[in-house]
């Protein structure tokens, strides 16, 4: 079952990668806190991801903190090796911080998983805004291309709705 606005985000062991060293720690410790933008792509370094969804995240980050937004978080089914060297290639370290969730178990937990041909079972492409560790929105990206999961949307979003800052 998909995870739904009011629910609480669920406690799945992952990698944090981020600025300093990569650490074995949990879904609910880095999401449950403030308010947080996470977003999740298929894959690093796939077309979709590297040049649309995660830039779309880093050129507006002072915009997202600027609304009240703790820290952004990109999630996806790839090791940490090669989340990290995305995240460094994608000069996102400082602004984005990484889940890497190597075999899947955080998208499974959330319902939000997907077959995308021969990468395998994959994070569906999605965003969602979290308060205090509860989903207060949730953006599938059903159709091709980055629109609701997209960095201008959730903007319009964080603006417009009830969770405003
Ligand atoms: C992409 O363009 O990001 C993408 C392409 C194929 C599978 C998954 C993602």
Redesign the pocket.
């Given at each position: 079952m998909t995870i739904q606005r009011g629910d609480r985000i669920p406690s799945v062991p992952i990698k944090l990668v981020g600025t300093g060293d990569t650490v074995d720690t949990t879904s609910d410790a880095v999401l449950g806190t403030g308010r947080v933008v996470f977003f999740a792509?298929?894959?690093a370094f796939?077309?979709?991801?590297?040049t649309s969804?995660l830039p779309g995240f880093v050129a507006n980050i002072a915009k997202f903190r600027a609304l009240g937004v703790d820290k952004i978080v990109c999630g996806a089914v790839n090791d940490h090796h090669v989340t990290k060297a995305w995240a460094e290639r994608s000069e996102a370290l400082g602004k984005v911080e990484f889940i890497s969730d190597a075999h899947g178990n955080l998208a499974e937990a959330l319902g939000l998983v997907k077959q995308?041909?021969d990468?395998g079972k994959?994070f569906a492409?999605f965003a969602m805004i979290i308060e205090n560790g509860v989903v207060r929105d949730l953006f599938v990206q059903d159709v091709a291309g980055v629109t609701v999961s997209g960095a201008p949307a959730i903007l319009m979003a964080l603006q417009t709705s009830q969770v405003s800052a």
């Open positions: 792509v298929p894959g796939t077309p979709t991801c590297d969804h995308f041909g990468l994959r492409r």
